[in-house]
């Protein structure tokens, strides 16, 4: 095989038989693979937790000052809940956490679910314990003078928020945000232990047909993994030096 | 009159001071003397523990809630400007005009624009506010106050992040509102801008007001 | 819902090969970090003074940082070999794995910790590296007494994140081939699973010492951040 037939399946996957396709789950979802099948995967679990790493930052802010008791316990108690919630799940490695989620649901529910699926499933819950923590630092990076400012203005909560918090805190996270995106997607070479069929697997399936070419097959992985990244981070300076202009006094 | 505590600490009490139309009041004293309180206080962003606040035939006490209509009508210069840092200058300037005052776009960019080049930053409406001078950052705090139309606008400390021809630069704008008929209260530790800019000027000292219509009283500072 | 943590956890041979795991899981994990910070210095101390990175350690960041650990293990855990063989004609030693493990995580881990100390060393005031020059002091000299400490100081929290992190990484192993009694935590869950099929009980054990270890390793740090905070006071030099 040449270096394009190489490039070509990691890119897609390697070709299935239609004999191993399982009539009951949705196609595409087996037959995808390699570097798209990675990228779907971080995709799919980064878009999927903006909604409960919301849900959790949310919960963890404090209350204000002003409220009365009961809202204060019931907030704290929130919050500790949250926190506790992220930080296990930020100590457990993502290799860890990702075998749970293969090896758990069998055996305690009966449940069978395509890997494809086991797989976001796990990359949603670990990528919203660290996506908790930068939507919580974005929105308390936003100056409290700056809020009085518009509140003076005459401007509504909701103006408030839509206009001025949420625009400055996205301006923050934007670049954080990103770097998270690039650790998930380097972080899904785990699921090679669990056989799923991303770009790192797809190169030891490459292996048996190609044999003698390991190198020069890890290399090109190892370069396709490095150059997503790369570009990620180079996309990182950017965005910071243009949110600079925006989100500094 | 308005008297003001945090917990038990008394900032000040029995102070009483009436704001006309055209008048620059200064008012003077140490840090911690309870200027910024006032200004808040006026603002509605601080409570006050008793009294009463009158603006513009609105009566305000403790126990009554700060009317609604009059935010965006009470103009404030804080010390560190308080730019929105997301939106250019223009934007900073018409943002109210469009959300609260609901002037359609165009009209509140042109009315933002004649305030802009009234204040000379001709060249700076697509500007961020970190891409400005203090000076200029003041000034568009200044403009985005004033295109409001505010009932009176109140300057905290509006010397405090300037350099000196900046300084110059604001003492004429003021005196050139106060001239339009927008009553101007500026709380300010340096009595040099005080003395240049103010019709009455107060000395605040432990809680307690001192007014006078002579600058003669600012030298009382330098016995503090 | 049945689970018997009796049978497959706290039963020989078992969990002999668990606590051979977290000794081995300890132990990748100590050498790797030691090695990383290590690195990590020495690459911080080609940067200039003001905190540019040489181009040596901008490559050696680059590299590192932007490839997973997982693909590099198995490139030079497979790659390497084929190299070796085919172009030196010499086979690389039973056991060499181990070795890769730990240096491949450290590169990693490495390519990190320089980019966060050269961010502390941006952070030490430019006085301080003149003070040194204006007594006399060496690069070297002013970088490892007066520079590294401070900035050592600042980028402290971060480097702990990453160390901890280091220690989670060290479960990608998984994937290499080692020894049965080198093998680390996640690697004797799969063997007990792969002798018994019974993957949820030694899986849901080793998450919970994961969990303890990320803890115990936290607080460990935390209390180094103490000291160094205590011994390096920059408030009070400047």
Redesign the interface.
């Known amino acids: 095989m040449n270096v394009t037939e190489l490039l070509t399946i990691l890119w897609q996957g390697f070709p299935k038989a239609a004999e191993f396709i399982n009539p009951s789950y949705p196609r595409f979802l087996q037959l995808t693979g390699g570097l798209q099948l990675s990228l779907l995967i971080a995709i799919c679990s980064f878009l999927l937790a903006i909604v409960p790493a919301f849900i959790l930052a949310i919960l963890r802010q404090k209350s204000n000052r002003q409220a009365s008791t009961i809202n204060k316990i019931v907030t704290s108690f929130f919050s500790v809940i949250a926190k506790l919630l992220t930080e296990i799940l930020r100590g457990i490695p993502i290799m860890t956490l990702a075998l749970l989620f293969f090896y758990l649901p069998y055996p305690l529910f009966k449940l069978r679910v395509p890997p494809i699926l086991l797989a976001i499933a796990a990359f949603t819950i670990y990528t919203s314990a660290y996506m908790t923590e930068i939507f919580r630092s974005g929105f308390n990076a936003v100056?409290k003078?700056?809020i009085?400012?518009?509140?003076?203005?005459?401007?509504s909560s909701f103006?408030i928020f839509f206009?001025?918090r949420l625009?400055?805190a996205i301006?923050t996270m934007v670049p954080t945000l990103v770097n998270l995106f690039i650790t998930i997607f380097k972080d899904t070479s785990v699921l090679t232990a669990l056989a799923v069929g991303e770009l790192t697997y797809t190169s030891r399936l490459l292996f048996v047909s190609a044999p003698g070419n390991y190198t020069l097959i890890l290399i090109l992985v190892v370069s396709i993994y490095w150059a997503v990244s790369f570009l990620g981070s180079k996309a990182i300076k950017i965005l910071e030096s243009k949110t600079?202009?925006?989100?500094?006094? | 009159m308005v008297e003001k505590k945090y917990g038990k600490n008394l900032v000040f009490s029995n102070l009483s001071l009436d704001l006309n139309q055209g008048e620059i009041l200064t008012i003077s004293g140490r840090s911690g003397s309870g200027k910024t309180s006032l200004i808040r206080i006026i603002?509605?962003?601080t409570d006050f523990t008793s009294g009463e606040l009158i603006i513009d035939q609105n009566k305000i006490s403790p126990k009554t809630r700060y009317p609604k209509h009059l935010?965006?009508?009470?103009?404030?210069v804080?010390q560190?400007f308080?730019?929105?840092?997301?939106m250019t200058v223009l934007q900073n300037v018409s943002?109210?005009l469009k959300?609260?005052k609901k002037m359609n776009s165009s009209s509140a960019n042109n009315l933002a624009i004649k305030h802009l080049n009234r204040f000379g930053l001709k060249k700076k409406y697509n500007s961020?506010?970190?891409?400005l001078s203090g000076g200029e950052k003041q000034r568009v705090a200044i403009a985005?106050?004033i295109a409001?139309k505010p009932l009176v606008l109140l300057l905290d400390e509006p010397t405090s992040n300037l350099d000196p021809t900046s300084i110059l630069g604001v003492q004429t704008l003021l005196k050139e509102l106060a001239d339009d008929g927008t009553p101007i209260l500026a709380v300010t530790h340096n009595m040099t801008f005080a003395a240049q800019i103010g019709n009455t000027f107060g000395v605040l000292n432990n809680g307690v007001l001192t007014l006078s219509d002579s600058s003669d009283i600012l030298s009382q500072m330098n016995e503090i | 819902m049945n689970m018997n943590l009796g049978k497959y956890v706290f039963n020989e041979p078992y969990f002999g090969w668990l606590l051979n795991g977290i000794g081995n899981t300890l132990l990748i994990s100590f050498l790797s970090g030691s090695l990383a910070l290590l690195l990590g210095i020495l690459l911080t101390s080609s940067a200039k003074p003001q905190g540019k990175p040489s181009t040596f350690s901008l490559i050696f960041t680059d590299i590192f940082r932007n490839i997973p650990p997982v693909p590099m293990l198995l490139l030079l855990s497979i790659g390497l070999p084929q190299i070796f063989s085919k172009y030196f004609h010499y086979s690389l030693p039973s056991g060499f794995e181990f070795k890769i493990l730990i240096l491949g995580l450290s590169f990693n881990t490495a390519a990190y910790i320089s980019e966060i100390l050269i961010a502390g060393l941006r952070g030490v005031p430019t006085k301080q590296y003149e003070a040194g020059v204006s007594l006399g002091l060496g690069r070297m000299k002013i970088f490892f007494l007066i520079q590294l400490p401070q900035a050592f100081r600042i980028s402290f929290p971060a480097i702990s994140t990453r160390l901890i992190h280091n220690m989670k990484n060290s479960s990608v192993a998984l994937v290499i081939p080692l020894n049965l009694d080198r093998m680390e935590l996640m690697g004797q869950t799969s063997r007990i699973a792969g002798q018994t099929f019974a993957w949820a009980e030694p899986l849901l054990f080793s998450t919970a010492i994961y969990l303890v270890l990320a803890y115990a390793l936290s607080v460990l740090l935390a209390r180094i951040s103490a000291i160094i905070d205590r011994k390096v006071n920059p408030d009070e030099c400047n």
């Open positions: 100056n003078n700056t009085e400012a518009a509140k003076l203005l005459g401007l103006s206009r001025i625009p400055i301006r600079l202009i925006g989100s500094h006094k | 603002a509605g962003l935010l965006g009508r009470v103009g404030v804080f560190d308080n730019l929105f840092p997301h943002l109210a959300v609260v961020y506010p970190n891409q985005r106050a409001m």
